[in-house]
């Protein structure tokens, strides 16, 4: 599907803001992991355990490819704006009081779970896709949270570090950490039906 010039001009900024976020995020890693003795490879390790960061990276190549013409899938995009959303919910709820970012590491904090995902919301809705999102399309978008849950399990076992307090197997029961991960995919769930009603609802407005 063609797109308007409002809609490429949207997409540009989103474009460059989001990139801007995540390539932030990486220099700070790589400098922080630099500063404390270790090695450039220890950043970027360090750095692609983060779900939001994945997912920003995830939201961003779709929004690159859309804005150079190349068409992109509606269900994945679908998937990508459920869990875009849910890295902001997620942080603003739970995360967000338990550290105090300043200086660059603050504005990597906005980016990442603020603008990024209020400029998804406000592409999903101003542009939703052309044709109706089934309801069913969210078992599909759930593989992606699963499949980060037994990277990062697996990686912290490797690693010995866990990216989130709520998943921490050096600190947290077994079992906890199984409850914890059932809230956080339900609340996925939740994001995502909420993301398909309102895509459809837009379709017919």
Known sequence: MSMTTKEKAFLSIFCLLAWSGVFLQLYLSIATSLENDKTLIHGVIMYTGYFT???????DVLVTLRVTGVSTNNSVRGCATTAILLVGIVYHFVLKDIWEPTGAQWLADVMLHYVTPILSLIYWIAYPPANKVSITELFKWLLYPLAYLLYVLIRGEIVNL?????????????????????GISLSFIVIGTAVTLLANWRRNS
């Not at 960061?53 to 939201?59: D, E, K, Y």
């Open 162 to 182: 866990y990216p989130y307090p709520f998943i921490d197997l050096m600190v947290l029961e077994g079992a906890q950490v199984f409850v914890n991960s059932l």
């Open 53 to 59: 960061v994945l997912t920003n990276i995830f939201i």
